[in-house]
């Protein structure tokens, strides 16, 4: 018997109640009534119709793969207990949420909202036919994906920001006094991103700033097959200092909808972390195809259908004399009849049918308006609440000092001095900038890059945050949603990897997945490479950037001067507010504090920023004008390629050198132009020879068909060692100067540094 019979046969059979007004508490005494059991219900029963929808959409190949949400139809009550304003991040089961939230919003269709996406139709009002999805940018339901709680560090940075903003004066989109709720599974519980987010909420409560985040644990017992052990969520959670601990029978409406009002009623009063274990069924099995009869006992099976939370409701509501079963089920009817109806007229909707529409929410791109805020010289009004908190009375355009050592403004910078002083002006003229990470504030950064910006700027704007690179990015992702422009600072390259999905799977694919309704503007600070020479090894001098690269619309900028470091840090922020862009902003840390290109004292490798300079996204930079031969580089490259292209003129190798400057998207038309200017390319490449960037330029001038000669000269495929035999395997300039002479005399058939020099030295 399927779960719509079952439902059918179990209401006939239950006996009513003397009739009570639906107006009135349902059980007498308390605080819950029947109109909102009824509501309940409702939100229970589309949620079921929608799930079953979804299956016979996909067993006639009209529908899409689905997760559905039967046996969870309890976490409506959790939609009960919050307002619509209150922002939401959903696990993949919380369909009655979505329903009872949506219904509440004057405009909003659930059903078919719902059923759009599950036929991937283009007019899905979340995700434009790109995935289904439960968000809703009018019920303030942010859509996530199904990684396995990624979505929880966000959620906690979004619960951190709100209160943030509101003493920073920053406009958000949300009260505030709202409570943030993300609900997640109990295998997931287990996840190291979910661990670590909750300890984050704990940690950061714990140290006084508000933290106002409902996590809701919908408990049905098993993971795909895997089960979990009984009382393993109230174990693992339920005795935490600083987190409240709330249980709930998601079968029982009652129990659920007055728990779910406690536990929201904490969170808003408190402004500190709560923990709501919602137990529930999981009905149908994961998901699709799954034949849960292959890894569960029949006797699991049959104990689940009999807590089946839309039936348990309907018994309530019977029994307590609100409806009768000719009412419930004429209800329960009338709700198939309009989903059946409207599934019927979804399949007929255009489906997304060309590459452009796919991909037009990924990387929005105003070029003209980027360069505006980049350039803009005016500082956004400081109000008095700002002043208070931040004990920064200056109203003029940049600091009053500069923060990092005696550097006079108009004075040549280092790279690590041109950052700071950029990220200065930033803070100064933009009250929606914030600058985080591991040792940033107090210290000022393990290389200084930050020194003196949180005594400057107020530990509101500037500050350290636990060593959790997952919640360092998170805290990036949710101020991103609250209005702020988040520069959160990543120690290493290396210590990225391990958080690599909050890029990739959430920050890279939210535009995507809500069709440009939402997006994370954000710009995130690594400090990367090669070449510190006597410190760290490989965990201080990672190279590799192959994970960063292609992740669509993500920008990758990797600056290896002073005034192209302060340009493009500026540019990048100005995407990022301009066009809710991501981006990576890669730092040669050996360039940090280098003064000198050719010879000791030269200072030649000093620059003077400022801010009218403006580095267009995919732009490069061009060193000289030799006929001979185009060096490629980026980073630690650019002095070395320098340095090189000096040696070579010597033997009469004329060569100009390009600095890439933008790793994603590649300058590929500077690339071109200057290719075809020689005819001959080197490219330098301190990344590895397997998924090092020179892949992708030699590529590009490929597909753009350049028939020149091409040739690289890369680090080796190692990770980097400590001390001197970091040498062997990182590219330097004389094999860069090895490899030109190759190029050359390959293309001419001679040694070029035997041939007479056609110009001076």
């Given at each position: ?9 179990a ?16 059980v ?13 219900f ?11 929808a ?7 190949r009209?529908?899409?793969?689905s997760?559905?949400?039967s046996g969870?139809e ?23 949420f979505f329903?009872?939230?949506?219904r509440?919003?004057?405009?909003l ?8 996406g ?14 289904k ?7 303030n ?6 990684t ?5 560090p ?10 943030r ?10 009260p ?7 609900s997640?599974?109990?295998a ?9 987010a ?11 700033i ?7 644990c ?7 097959s895997?089960p979990?052990?009984p ?21 029982a ?10 536990a929201a ?39 689940d259908?009999?807590?089946d939370?839309?039936t ?30 409207t599934?019927?007229l979804?399949c ?31 500082p ?8 208070a908190?931040?004990g ?5 355009i ?9 550097v006079a403004?108009g004075?040549?910078?280092?790279l ?19 600058v ?8 000022g950064?393990?290389?200084g ?27 990036a992702?949710?101020?991103?949603l ?18 690599a ?11 995507f ?40 619309g993500?920008?990758?900028a ?6 192209d ?5 500026r ?17 040669p840390?050996?360039?940090?504090h ?13 620059a ?6 403006h580095?267009?996204i995919?732009?490069a ?12 580089s ?25 600095d ?8 590929a ?27 992708a330029?030699?590529?590009?001038l ?12 890369t ?6 060692p400590?001390g001197?035999?970091?040498a ?19 293309a ?10 056609r110009?001076?030295?």
């Open positions: 018997m399927d779960l719509d019979e079952r439902f059918h046969t209401v006939a059979a239950f006996v009513p109640g003397p009739r009570r007004p639906a107006e009135q508490p349902i007498g005494g308390g605080a819950i009534t029947g109109t909102a059991c009824l509501e309940l409702d939100a229970q029963a589309t949620s079921r119709h929608l799930d079953l979804a299956r016979r959409l996909g067993s006639d009209r529908g899409y793969y997760i559905g949400s969870h309890g976490n409506a009550a959790v939609a009960a207990a919050l307002r619509t304003t209150d922002p939401a991040l959903l696990h993949y089961r919380s369909g009655a329903v009872h939230r949506s509440r919003v004057p405009g269709d659930p059903i078919r909202d719902v059923l759009l599950v036929v991937a139709a283009a007019t899905d009002p979340i995700s434009g036919g790109r995935h999805v439960f968000g809703s940018a009018a019920a339901i942010i859509p996530q994906t199904s396995i709680a990624s979505h929880l966000r959620a906690v940075g979004l619960a951190f920001a709100i209160d903003a509101a003493r920073l004066g920053v406009p958000a989109p949300w505030d006094d709202s409570v943030v709720v993300c997640f599974g109990d997931s519980a287990n996840h190291s991103t979910a661990t670590g909750i300890n984050a909420a704990i940690h950061t409560a714990g140290q006084g508000p933290m106002p985040i409902l996590f809701v919908e408990d049905n017992g098993i993971g795909i895997v979990t052990p009382g393993w969520i109230e174990q693992a959670y339920g005795h935490r200092p600083g987190l409240a601990y709330f249980d709930a029978d998601g079968c409406a009652l129990d659920a909808l007055t728990t779910a009002n406690a009623q904490w969170v808003r009063e408190h402004r500190a972390p709560a923990f709501l274990r919602l137990r529930t069924v999981r009905l149908l099995g994961h998901a699709g195809s799954d034949v849960e009869t292959a890894y569960r006992r029949p006797a699991e099976i049959a104990a259908l009999a807590r939370p839309v348990a409701t309907a018994r309530l509501l019977i029994e307590s004399g609100v409806a009768t079963p000719a009412d419930l089920l004429d209800r329960y009817a009338d709700l198939a009849h309009r989903v059946a109806t599934a019927e979804v007929a909707e255009p489906k997304l049918d060309s590459a452009a529409a796919v991909i037009a929410p990924i990387a929005p791109s105003r070029p003209a308006l980027v360069r505006a805020d980049a350039l803009r010289t005016d956004i009004p400081h109000d008095e609440r700002k002043q908190d931040t920064h009375a200056h109203t003029g940049g600091p009053p000092h500069r923060v990092n050592g005696a403004q004075a040549p910078m280092t690590a001095q041109a950052i700071n002083d950029a990220l200065a002006d930033l803070l100064e003229r933009d009250r929606d900038v914030l985080f990470g591991e040792d940033v504030g107090r210290k950064g393990v290389y890059v930050t020194k003196g910006l949180q005594k400057t700027f107020g530990a509101r704007r500037v500050f350290d945050t636990l060593l959790d690179e997952q919640s360092v990015l998170g805290t992702l949710g101020a991103a609250a209005g702020f422009v988040p520069i959160p600072e990543i120690q290493y390259l290396a210590y990225l990897h391990n958080a999905d909050q890029i990739r799977g959430e920050a890279a694919t939210l535009s997945f809500s069709d440009g309704r939402y997006h994370n503007p954000m710009v995130v600070r690594i400090a990367g490479y090669g070449y510190q020479k006597g410190f760290g090894g490989h965990f201080h001098n990672d190279n590799s950037v192959a994970a960063l690269r292609d992740i669509p993500v920008v990758l990797s600056p290896s001067r002073a005034d470091a302060a340009a493009m840090l540019t990048c922020v100005s995407a990022a507010r301009v066009d809710g862009r991501v981006c990576l902003y890669l730092e840390i050996a360039l940090y280098t003064r000198d290109l050719h010879r000791p004292g030269d200072d030649a490798w000093l003077r920023p400022s801010p009218a300079e580095v267009e995919g732009r930079r061009v060193y000289g004008d030799g006929a001979d031969l185009t060096l490629v980026f980073a630690n490259g650019v002095p070395m390629s320098l340095r090189a292209a000096r040696r070579l003129a010597r033997h009469g190798i004329h060569a100009r050198v390009l890439l400057r933008w790793l994603a998207p590649l300058p038309d500077d690339l071109l132009r200057h290719a075809c200017a020689t005819g001959r390319v080197l490219v330098a490449d301190e990344t590895r020879r397997g998924g090092g960037v020179s892949e330029v030699c590529a590009a490929l597909d753009a068909g350049f028939t020149g000669r091409l040739a690289r000269v680090s080796e495929d190692s990770f980097v400590l001197p035999a970091a062997t395997v990182l590219l330097d300039e004389e094999r860069i100067e090895a490899a030109a002479v190759r190029l050359l005399g390959a001419t058939g001679a040694d070029p540094r035997r041939a007479e020099a110009h001076s030295p």
